[in-house]
């Protein structure tokens, strides 16, 4: 990824790309913003529901990101795509989200902590969540094996999996989401994955 | 003797609990009339349908630079407004395709009241507005396209009692 | 580094290395990322993870999604987020209140020689304090028309033809009257 933003960037071919509705957004036009939120708010939602798989935290997390986004936007420079500073905003926010919950810690994880099978879908903090259509894969063993290996993993090495394998991002976008070295995510990203390996092991 | 008591004491215990309840106090009625405009064929949204009055078809078409040929009411509905609760108009009723919901926001003063209007379809919310409405001047809303021509509201305050 | 023997790649998948070994490994890895991954036979894992997870996913009741960003976001802000510095030619801004206090005298004179219907469109023009559209490529437009205000909604869903409205048809979904406004705001809004 080069380091100026694209102008094609992020409109799929279909209305004004994201470097437009920004500067628009950076006017004050809310509605510019609205329609970023609209854009991007599938792949925010979706990262963080895999990194903390409780979707009523992640509908407010996801929430929290944007209001976020939108309060920095003055200082959004257009060196990097909007969608990689919308990332970085949205790790912020789940790792803030995190400490409070006292989930952080400097090795792996208890694996008890982030099972999959210990979703909670009902919580009071937001609207009542239906059960996911995609709650049909649960059945499937596969993905519930590879939840709970990522679920094994800490933070910072389930988030590299997640932006790398799942999100598709090159190496320079994840250091600048994660605010480490290219070399860390090298790190990271392959020690995870042979964890994973590991784990996931037939 | 005793269900006369039982009776007197009901009405006595519900009395008294309306009037704790300032707030269901009724201060007003609001009306919203909802119009097919469409330069099409008219039938097309119902065949029983009435025409608008001819002074208030002149209205509907005097609202806009381009007017439409052919107005047709839909549909009408009016509700007390109440001093602290919000209350709901049904225009197309049984059909809440369309709903407005508004509450009063404060007194009335010098013949004009201030609301909350929220404006609903398909039971998503796709307006929110804050107008100031006196009798006899109603406000308008070019609503969504339906079957080749547009519905139009027309939502007024037709009596205030404070 | 050239080509890391394989007991220094295990040592550095197992986090073991550190220092200026670290470093050139991770350099290395970098530069030959494809290689690596080809080594351990990722290829399979990846593109199942990849097909497992979603990469994209609607957050439900999306609409109200939107609202409640706008809600935290701009309404409870008394002030909009700072825009960038002004450009010079504004910084000489201090002509404009003796002018406009002219201009204000002059309209004030004026005023006191405008008609009944003039004040009755001013009247108009107050009806409305805000027009808000959440969903997202709705824009509202509010014309003035003698005496009458009205409210123009475009970009609106349609609502499809094979509904009947007159009869009392209507879309799916729960209605909204069913809710007290409080627990309504946090299903919707």
Redo the contacts between chains.
């Keep these: 990824m080069g380091a100026v933003a694209s102008e094609s960037a992020g409109n799929g071919g279909d209305g004004p790309t994201d470097q437009v509705l920004v500067q628009r957004a950076q006017s004050g036009d809310y509605r510019a913003f609205d329609q970023l939120v609209t854009r991007h708010r599938g792949k925010v939602y979706a990262m963080i529901v895999n990194m903390i798989h409780n979707d009523a935290d992640a509908w407010d997390l996801a929430q929290d990101a944007f209001v976020k986004a939108w309060k920095a936007l003055p200082k959004f420079e257009h060196r990097a795509q909007f969608s990689t500073w919308l990332f970085r905003i949205s790790h912020n926010v789940v790792y803030d989200w995190m400490r409070k919950k006292k989930v952080m810690s400097e090795g792996e994880l208890d694996d008890q902590m982030l099972d999959s099978s210990r979703i909670d879908s009902a919580a009071p903090t937001a609207p009542k969540i239906p059960a996911r259509p995609d709650e049909q894969l649960v059945q499937n063993e596969r993905r519930a094996e590879i939840e709970k290996a990522l679920s094994q993993l800490s933070d910072e090495h389930r988030e590299t999996i997640l932006l790398r394998e799942v999100q598709g991002m090159e190496y320079t976008e994840i250091a600048d989401i994660m605010e480490c070295s290219k070399g860390t995510v090298m790190s990271r990203l392959f020690y995870a994955r042979k964890k994973l390996q590991t784990l996931l092991k037939p | 003797m005793i269900i006369r008591l039982f009776c007197a004491l009901t009405i006595l215990f519900t009395s008294l609990g309306s009037a704790a309840d300032l707030g269901k106090e009724v201060i007003g009625r609001m009306q919203v009339q909802v119009y097919f405009a469409t330069n099409g064929e008219p039938s097309i949204a119902g065949k029983a349908l009435k025409k608008p009055s001819p002074a208030v078809e002149k209205k509907l078409k005097s609202l806009r630079r381009t007017s439409f040929k052919h107005y047709r009411v839909l549909g009408v509905d009016r509700q007390p407004v109440f001093r602290s609760y919000e209350n709901w108009l049904t225009p197309l009723k049984p059909s809440e395709e369309l709903l407005l919901s508004f509450e009063p926001r404060g007194k009335a003063q010098s013949g004009k009241m201030m609301l909350d209007l929220e404006l609903w379809q398909s039971r998503k919310k796709i307006m929110k507005a804050g107008p100031t409405l006196e009798k006899g001047k109603p406000l308008y809303i070019f609503g969504p396209k339906w079957r080749g021509g547009r519905l139009l509201l027309a939502i007024e305050l037709v009596e205030l009692l404070q | 580094m050239n080509n890391p023997d394989e007991s220094t790649i295990q040592r550095?998948?197992?986090?073991e290395l550190e220092g200026n070994e670290?470093?050139q490994?991770?350099?290395w890895?970098?530069e030959n990322?494809t290689e690596?991954?080809a080594k351990?036979?990722?290829d399979a894992?990846?593109d199942?993870?990849?097909q497992?997870?979603?990469?994209?996913?609607?957050?439900?009741?999306?609409?109200?999604?939107?609202?409640?960003?706008?809600h935290?976001?701009?309404e409870l802000v008394e002030t909009?987020?700072?825009?960038?510095a002004s450009p010079l030619w504004k910084r000489f801004n201090w002509i404009l209140a003796p002018t406009a206090v002219a201009g204000m005298v002059f309209c004030f004179y004026l005023g006191t020689r405008i008609d009944q219907e003039t004040t009755a469109i001013e009247q108009?023009v107050?009806?409305?304090?805000?027009?808000?559209?959440?969903?997202?490529?709705?824009?509202?437009e509010v014309?003035i028309?003698?005496?009458?205000?009205?409210?123009?909604?475009d970009g609106?869903?349609?609502?499809p033809?094979a509904?009947d409205?007159?009869?009392?048809?209507?879309?799916?979904?729960?209605?909204?009257?069913m809710m007290v406004?409080t627990e309504r705001e946090?299903?919707?809004?």
């Design positions: 550095w998948l197992k986090g670290l470093k490994m991770e350099a890895a970098e990322a690596l991954e351990m036979g990722w894992l990846g199942e993870i990849a497992a997870l979603p990469s994209e996913q609607e957050p439900p009741y999306a609409d109200f999604f939107n609202e409640r960003v706008k935290h976001a701009v909009p987020p700072a825009t960038k108009s107050a009806v409305l304090e805000e027009v808000y559209t959440p969903a997202s490529g709705v824009h509202s014309i028309s003698g005496d009458s205000t009205v409210i123009v909604l609106l869903d349609e609502i033809d509904l409205i007159v009869s009392g048809e209507t879309g799916q979904g729960l209605s909204p009257r406004k946090s299903f919707y809004f």
